[in-house]
């Protein structure tokens, strides 16, 4: 079954920077669509960005779009965020998903922990 563990998450004051890693097993991750989408506290899950199986197309949520890159790396299994220039309602737990398709949706085959990122001012 699949399994993706999220990693990289951490404290740090507006416009800092994290890089995010999610670490996929139990699937064939190269043939895999892949999201990040983020959950606020008391709010629901958002969309943030998506990348293609092939890698060769991404997608981006307005709110976080010239700000945060996503990518990945086939040969290692593994999904990147990178976040730049972050602000204060960046704040939420991160999730790497499996997705059917990676653009503009938060349904999802199978979803890791989480990472938690907060940004203060």
């Known amino acids: 079954q699949a399994q993706l563990v999220e990693s990289g998450g951490g404290s740090v004051q507006t416009g800092g920077s994290l890089r995010l890693s999610c670490a996929a097993s139990?699937?064939?991750?190269?043939?895999?669509?892949m999201s990040w989408v983020r959950q606020a506290p008391g709010k629901g899950l958002e969309w943030v960005s998506g990348?293609?199986?092939?890698?060769?197309?991404?997608y981006y949520a307005n709110s976080v779009k010239g700000r945060f890159t996503i990518s990945r790396d086939n040969a290692k299994n593994t999904l990147y965020l990178q976040l730049n220039s972050l602000k204060t309602e960046d704040t939420a737990m991160y999730y790497c998903?499996?997705?059917?398709?990676?653009?503009?949706?938060?349904?999802?085959?199978?979803r890791g922990q989480g990472t938690q990122v907060t940004v203060s001012s």
């Open positions: 990348i293609n199986s092939g890698g060769d197309t991404t």
């Open positions: 139990g699937f064939t991750f190269s043939s895999s669509h």
């Open positions: 998903a499996k997705v059917p398709w990676p653009q503009y949706t938060v349904d999802y085959y199978a």
